[in-house]
C-alpha cells in the first residue's frame, strides 16, 4: 500500500462494544489481525452506549494503532438547548427528511434515497445537537406526519418515546462523523451502528468500506427484541399484544433490517464466516456475489506445549475426569444450562469436575445468578468459576471442552480446545456443527453436537465422553487434524491482508 496518500492510516476498525474493551471472539480477532499485520497502521473508531460502562482495555494495544476514538451513542451530553438553526440548516432538514420519507415509499430506489438522506443529515448534525433537532418545529411536523401514516391504533406517547431512542443513536453517529479517522480502508466487523458509519463514511469520504459479520448483526437483534421484555422506560404502554407483536416493537425490527440492508449495499466486500451465516446475510438483503467465506484461524503451533502439558498431567493422574468451560460468564453462553448439566453429571459420575473459565465481570447480575446455582445445587465443591486464565493455564486441565452457547460464531474456544487435543461438546450454533463434523458434515468427529438450552442432552455427552478416554483421544486427535487442515491463521489473515492491499489500491487511485 505505497503511494501518495491523503489518509492518515491505512485501515480503520469500526467496532460497536468490542475491541479493546471487551473480550470475546470478536475482539480476539481484531487484536489477531492488528498484531498479524504490522507493517499496516491501524486506527479503532469504537462505539460504546455510555461512557461510564466502559472499563480499561482488555488487551495490550499493539504499537501500529496510532488511535483509539471512542463515541457513546446514549450519553446525555450538555447542551445548549437555545441554540438558534439558521434558515440554511433548516432548508437541509427539510430536504433529508423528504428524502427519509420517500425512501420508505419507494423500492427501486430506496438504497440511493436513504443515502442522500443520511448525507443531508450528517451535515445537519455536525452542528446541530440532537435535543435542538428534536425540539425543532421541523422535527415534530415529520414526527406527527410518521405517526398518522405508520402508526395507527398506537398511542403517540410510544411513537414519540421509540422514535427519539431509534433517532438519538443514529443522529450521535452523525456528530461524531467530523472525529472518524481518515483511512484508506475502513472495516466494520458487523452492521447495526458500526457498519451504519462505515456506510457513511464509503459514500462521503469516497473511501472503500468492507464488511465482516462474525454472528449476524440483523438476526441478533430481532431475536433479542422477539424474546425479551420490553423495557418500559422505552415505550410507556408498550406491549406485545396476543395476536403478535406491536407496531412499536416491529419498528425496532424494521430499523435494525434497514440499516441492515443500507451496510449490504454500500459494502465493497462482504465476509462471512461460514456458509449458513452467508445465507442469512442473503436473506437480510446481501449481494451473494460480494460474500467471501473466511473463517477464523488460529495458530495450532502455540499449542503443542500445551497439548504436551495437558498429556503429561493425564498419564500422572489417568482417573480424572474435568470439564472445562472456557468463555465470558453472560447469558448468551448459557452457563446456567451448563451448571444443570453439572447436577446430572455429578450424581452419575462421583468424581467429576467442572473449570468455568472467563472473565465474570461483564455481567454481574448473571455472573451471581450463576453462584446462587451452584449453591442451590450443591455444586461449591465440583463447579468453580475460577475468573480468568491464561490457555497455557487452563487447557492443560481439561479433559474435554463445553460450549453451551445460545448464539455463537466461529468459536475461538473450540478451535484452542481442538490445537491442544481436547475432544468438545457444543450446542448446535453458529459453525459449531461444522466444526465438529466438518464442512461436509460427514468427516470423522472431534466432539458432540447437542441441542440449546438441554441441560438433559448435554449432560449426557458429556457423561458419554467423561467415562471413555479412548473416545476423548479419538475425538481430540479428529480435531487436532481438522485445525491444521482448515483454520490457520496465517492463512486467514493472509486473505484479509490481501483485501486491504486491493482496496487500499483502489484509494490511491482516486487520490491520483
Request: proline share 4%; glycine share 6%; charged share 25%.
Amino acid at each position: 500500500m505505497n503511494g501518495n496518500f491523503k489518509s492518515s492510516v491505512d485501515v480503520c476498525f469500526i467496532l460497536e462494544g468490542t475491541y479493546p474493551f471487551v473480550s470475546g471472539g470478536v475482539s480476539t480477532w481484531v487484536h489477531q489481525a492488528i498484531s498479524t499485520m504490522p507493517d499496516l497502521s491501524f486506527a479503532i473508531h469504537y462505539i460504546g452506549a455510555q461512557a461510564g460502562a466502559v472499563g480499561k482495555s482488555k488487551y495490550d494495544v499493539p504499537s501500529n494503532v496510532v488511535s483509539i476514538e471512542k463515541v457513546f451513542i446514549f450519553d446525555n451530553e450538555a447542551e445548549d438547548c437555545d441554540q438558534e438553526i439558521d434558515s440554511r440548516i433548516e432548508d437541509e432538514m427539510q430536504q433529508a427528511f423528504d428524502l427519509l420519507f420517500a425512501s420508505f415509499q419507494s423500492t427501486d430506489r430506496e438504497s440511493e434515497l436513504f443515502r442522500k438522506a443520511v448525507s443531508q443529515f450528517e451535515k445537519v448534525a455536525a452542528v446541530v445537537p440532537f435535543e435542538i433537532f428534536w425540539k425543532h418545529s421541523l422535527t415534530w411536523e415529520y414526527l406527527q406526519k410518521a405517526y398518522r401514516s405508520y402508526y395507527p391504533g398506537e398511542s403517540f406517547t410510544s411513537c414519540f418515546w421509540n422514535t427519539r431512542f431509534i433517532l438519538k443513536p443514529v443522529w450521535e453517529l452523525l456528530r461524531s462523523f467530523s472525529r472518524l479517522p481518515r483511512a484508506r480502508v475502513y472495516h466494520s466487523v458487523s452492521t447495526g451502528y458500526a457498519g451504519f458509519l462505515g456506510a457513511v463514511a464509503k459514500y462521503e469520504l469516497d473511501r472503500p468500506f468492507l464488511l465482516s459479520e462474525h454472528g449476524i448483526y440483523v438476526r441478533e437483534r430481532i431475536t433479542d427484541l422477539l424474546n425479551q421484555e420490553w423495557s418500559p422506560t422505552l415505550a410507556a404502554d408498550f406491549a406485545r399484544p396476543p395476536a403478535g407483536i406491536s407496531l412499536m416493537r416491529q419498528t425496532w425490527i424494521d430499523l435494525f433490517i434497514y440499516l441492515g440492508r443500507f451496510c449490504y449495499d454500500s459494502a465493497d466486500h462482504i465476509t462471512s464466516l461460514f456458509e449458513r451465516n452467508a445465507r442469512f446475510q442473503e436473506e437480510f438483503g446481501a449481494d451473494r456475489d460480494k460474500i467471501e467465506i473466511i473463517p477464523n484461524g488460529i495458530n495450532p503451533g502455540r499449542f503443542r506445549t500445551i497439548e504436551k502439558k495437558r498429556e503429561d498431567m493425564r498419564k500422572s493422574n489417568p482417573e480424572r475426569k474435568t470439564v472445562g468451560f472456557l468463555g465470558r460468564i453472560v447469558s448468551i453462553k448459557d452457563v446456567r444450562t451448563l451448571i444443570r448439566a453439572a447436577k446430572h453429571v455429578c450424581d452419575e459420575i462421583s468424581d467429576a469436575e467442572f473449570l468455568l473459565v472467563g472473565p465474570t465481570d461483564e455481567d454481574p447480575e448473571y455472573f451471581e445468578s450463576c453462584q446462587s446455582l451452584i449453591r442451590d445445587l450443591n455444586l461449591d465443591s465440583r463447579v468453580t468459576l475460577t475468573g480468568p486464565k491464561k490457555l497455557e493455564e487452563a487447557l492443560p486441565l481439561f479433559d474435554i471442552m463445553v460450549l453451551s452457547s445460545i448464539s455463537e460464531g466461529l468459536p475461538f474456544a473450540v478451535l484452542e480446545s481442538f490445537a491442544a487435543n481436547i475432544p468438545v461438546v457444543s450446542t448446535d450454533v453458529g459453525s459449531c456443527s461444522e466444526l465438529i463434523h466438518g464442512v461436509s458434515g460427514n468427516e470423522l468427529p472431534g466432539g458432540i453436537v447437542v441441542p440449546v438450552a438441554d441441560a438433559a442432552q448435554l449432560a449426557e455427552a458429556i457423561i458419554t465422553l467423561l467415562k471413555d478416554r479412548s473416545l476423548q483421544n479419538t475425538y481430540g486427535n479428529n480435531g487436532k487434524e481438522r485445525v491444521y487442515r482448515c483454520y490457520q491463521e496465517e492463512d486467514v489473515m493472509r486473505r484479509f491482508q490481501n483485501h486491504y492491499i486491493r482496496l487500499g489500491q483502489q484509494t490511491t487511485e482516486q487520490v491520483h
